[in-house]
Each structure stands twice: as structure tokens, then as C-alpha cells.
């Protein structure tokens, strides 16, 4: 069977592909249903872009790779789809977008969208040898129990990570790309909870607090949550795609507001307080506890001096933790690394050394901060080598 594009998988770019890249296009997925990243994401309300979303929420070798695809297809055209669709949506935070019902509405938007496109489906289609001969592919199809070889002028790897194997991933993106000659930037599970050796924070499961999580040079405002394996929430997500193993993580648990000078006043209006029933009115108190283990916190408030207060707020602020490592691809909603940027074009996606290869979404080189930013480069990534697809 010939086709003029095949794309290998029926995720977020892949089906934004598929829609974009012109006539006889197969798009296939080992997965008995398409998008089911899609379907499960943001709480099943599907966060699918961020209105701030710009090139500085993205990691990559190349910092700049992703500035034409996400400067062509922007959040604002994205947008403009779901509104097409009549997909009602809401900012719930930060810029993020949701859904107001359903991500399966997404999903049915793009189903609509490659069936306008004339786009073929295969789903439970396991992918086998690949060849190229100079100018065409050649593949393998595995499909109800029967192998299926095709031919296609564009092969489009689309098919994701290694977060979440239960869901199917399984970096095939990578394998390709090194079969073809391509770098791969090792990946490495992004946007995980942190794990802890000594199981010190299971007392502590179910705490939140709003804080700043620094990890490498980057630091991260939103709230952390305490698991009985350790430490996650927004903050911790985000920082975790910075965070390398063996490394420190500082927190600044009083970053919302001035403590020192709140303490001050209590001294004057609440001087018979314990220190920690005065600083459970500014932190969890369960929080209090654990850190009154770590730091001295006896005495009433009145019986601190400014000194102490000051080394206190230190503390608070400057809380340094050593992960004992993340809870890997079982959780992490992104993977870091993937297909080297420096071997495709960032118009087109294409390969520089393979014409025809395209390497689209989180298998490539580039992941975004949480928030809807991954949807959004799935979306840019994926138009951008469909438009160049129908182009050609
Ligand atoms: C729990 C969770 C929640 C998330 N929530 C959000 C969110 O709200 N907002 C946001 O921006 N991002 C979110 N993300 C991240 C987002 O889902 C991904 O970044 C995005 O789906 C990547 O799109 P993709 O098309 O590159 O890969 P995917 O969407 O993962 O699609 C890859 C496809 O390839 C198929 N495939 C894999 N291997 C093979 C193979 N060997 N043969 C055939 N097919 C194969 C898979 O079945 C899959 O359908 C979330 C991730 C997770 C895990």
C-alpha cells in the first residue's frame, strides 16, 4: 500500500499533523483509542494551551529551537480551533486554559478535523521494520494478526516519551531517530514528584503550603504538597524538570509574605504564645511540628530576640532538601531530552541529513513548564510539519 505521509503516532501532534499535511495520509497508534494522553490530562478537563506560553517556558539544548513553530502556530490559533468547535473553555490559573466539560471534546475535535483532512486511522497497529530506499520508506505494519508492508514519501515519528508506559509509551520516537543516525539528548522523567530515602515527610502527607522551589537557576512560585513519599505539587513539578539527581533543592516556605516583621508585631500583641502556635497561623501546623524537629522552637514569642527570629526566617526561607531521586516515568507527566534539535530544521521539523523524516512533539529535544505548555508545542510542532508535508 502507498501513501504520501505516514505518521507514527495518534497523539497530541500526530493528529494535529495529520490534519495539516495534505492528502494520503495513514496515521497509526498501537493504543485501541487515539489521544489518550489527551482523554486523561488535566484532571480530564485537558489544560490545552497556556495564554502566556512563549519560548522561555520551554528546556532544551537549543533555547531557540522552538521560537518558529510555537511564533507560527500560536496559543491565539489554537485557540481560534477549540472556538471553531464550540468547545467551551475557562483560564483556571496562570494563564492555563481548560476545558469547561471534557477533553474528550479535544480529541473529538481532531478526530474531526483529520477526517476533513481525509486523514486513514489504524489503531492496535504495532510498527515493525523500517527501511528507506533514498526517496520512499518502508514499513511494516503489524494489524489484526495480519503484517501489512507500506511505503509512504514522508515518515512523521510522533509518537511521544517514555512517561507513563502504562499508557503506552515506549520511546520508539528514540530508537527511529538512532536507527536513522540522528543524536538523542538522553531523556529523563520531567514534571515528577520527588522521592525522599528516610520516608521523613510521611507524617506529613496531604500538607500544602504556597512556596518557591529552587532547583538549578530556576525557581518556581506555586504551592508544593507533601506525599508520603516526599514532596510534589506545581512547584515541585516544575522544578523537578531542572532538578538533577544527587543535587539539592532549596525551598522558600515564607516567600508569600514578610514573616519577620509579622513576628515582631506578635511579640508585642501575643507574647504569651508559643513560638509554634504563633507560626501555625503563617504555616501548616502539622508543617510546624516537622520543623521543630530540624530548628529549635521552644519558648513563648516573647521570649525571642530579633536574632532568633531572624535565624529562624532564614531557616524558613532557605530550606534545603537532597532528593533521594524522582518517582521516574511511572508519574511524570513529560520527558525531557529526546531527538537533538541541531538535527532537524526548526521550520519544518524535517531532518537535516533524512529528507522526509519529521520527529514532532515530547520525542523531540524540547518540553514545556506545566501549565498546557506541552500541548501547545505538541499543537506548533505538529502544524508545522503538516503545513511543510502539504507544502512539498
Ligand atoms: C497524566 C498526564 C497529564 C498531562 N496533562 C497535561 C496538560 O493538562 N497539559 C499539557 O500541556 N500537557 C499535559 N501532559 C503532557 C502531554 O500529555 C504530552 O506532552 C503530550 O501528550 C505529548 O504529545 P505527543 O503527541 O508528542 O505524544 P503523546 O500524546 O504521548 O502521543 C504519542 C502516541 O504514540 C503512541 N505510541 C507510542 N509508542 C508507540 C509504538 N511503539 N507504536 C505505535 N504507537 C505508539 C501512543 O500510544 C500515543 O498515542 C500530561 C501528561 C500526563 C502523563
Redesign the pocket.
Same mark, same amino acid.
Given at each position: 500500500m502507498e501513501f504520501e505521509t505516514l505518521i507514527?503516532?495518534?497523539? *497530541? !501532534?500526530?493528529?494535529?499533523c495529520a490534519a495539516h499535511a495534505g492528502p494520503g495520509v495513514l496515521i497509526?497508534?498501537? !493504543?485501541k483509542a487515539?489521544?489518550?494522553?489527551?482523554r486523561? @490530562?488535566?484532571?480530564g478537563?485537558?489544560? %490545552?494551551?497556556?495564554l502566556h506560553a512563549s519560548p522561555q517556558n520551554f528546556i532544551s539544548q537549543n533555547k531557540h529551537f522552538c521560537k518558529s513553530a510555537l511564533g507560527r502556530y500560536t496559543q491565539w490559533d489554537f485557540i481560534d480551533l477549540v472556538d471553531q468547535h464550540g468547545i467551551a473553555w475557562h483560564e483556571k490559573t496562570l494563564g492555563?486554559l %481548560?476545558c469547561d466539560h471534557s477533553?474528550k471534546e479535544i480529541i473529538a475535535m481532531l478526530r474531526a478535523e483529520m477526517d476533513k483532512a481525509g486523514a486513514q486511522l489504524w489503531l492496535q497497529?504495532?510498527?515493525g521494520e523500517i527501511s528507506h530506499n533514498g526517496s520512499r520508506f518502508s514499513i511494516a505494519l503489524q494489524r489484526e494478526g495480519q503484517t501489512r508492508q507500506i511505503t509512504a514519501g514522508n515518515l512523521v515519528v !510522533?509518537? /511521544?516519551?517514555k @512517561?507513563?508506559p502504562k499508557?503506552? *509509551?515506549?520511546?520508539?520516537?528514540y530508537q527511529i531517530a538512532t536507527q536513522f543516525g540522528l543524536p538523542v539528548i538522553t531523556p529523563r522523567p520531567g514534571?515528577v514528584p520527588l522521592m525522599f530515602s528516610d520516608e521523613k515527610f510521611k507524617p506529613l502527607a496531604g500538607v500544602a503550603t504556597p512556596a518557591r522551589v529552587h532547583a538549578g537557576d530556576t525557581s518556581f512560585d506555586e504551592a508544593i504538597l507533601f506525599t508520603h513519599r516526599g514532596l510534589s505539587g506545581p512547584a515541585v513539578l516544575q522544578a523537578s524538570s531542572y532538578w538533577r539527581e544527587g543535587e539539592t533543592i532549596k525551598i522558600n516556605l515564607i516567600a508569600g509574605g514578610d514573616l519577620m516583621p509579622a513576628l515582631q508585631g506578635q511579640r508585642q500583641t501575643d507574647g504569651r504564645k508559643a513560638l509554634t502556635t504563633v507560626l501555625s497561623q503563617h504555616l501548616p501546623a502539622r508543617l510546624v511540628d516537622h520543623l521543630s524537629q530540624e530548628i529549635a522552637l521552644t519558648g513563648n514569642i516573647a521570649d525571642q530576640s530579633d536574632a532568633t527570629l531572624a535565624a529562624l526566617c532564614d531557616h524558613l526561607s532557605d530550606w534545603t532538601l537532597t532528593p533521594a531521586g524522582s518517582e521516574g516515568y511511572r508519574t511524570?507527566?513529560?520527558t525531557l531530552g529526546g531527538v537533538d534539535t541541531d538535527a532537524l530544521s526548526s521550520k519544518t521539523m524535517q531532518s537535516k541529513t533524512v529528507p522526509g523524516l519529521y520527529f514532532? /512533539?515530547?520525542?523531540v529535544d524540547v518540553?514545556?513548564w506545566?501549565?498546557?505548555?506541552? %500541548?501547545?508545542? !505538541?499543537w506548533s @510542532? /505538529?502544524w508545522a510539519a503538516g503545513q511543510a508535508i502539504a507544502a512539498s
Open positions: 507514527i503516532g495518534a497523539g *497530541a !501532534a500526530g493528529m494535529m497509526i497508534d498501537h !493504543a487515539p489521544g489518550e494522553k489527551i486523561i @490530562s488535566g484532571g478537563r485537558c489544560n %490545552f494551551t497556556n492555563q %481548560f477533553a497497529t504495532e510498527v !510522533a509518537c /511521544g516519551g @512517561s507513563i499508557m503506552g *509509551a515506549t520511546g520508539l520516537g514534571l511524570a507527566e513529560v514532532i /512533539g515530547e520525542c518540553t514545556g506545566l501549565g498546557g505548555y506541552n %500541548f501547545q508545542w !505538541a @510542532s /505538529g
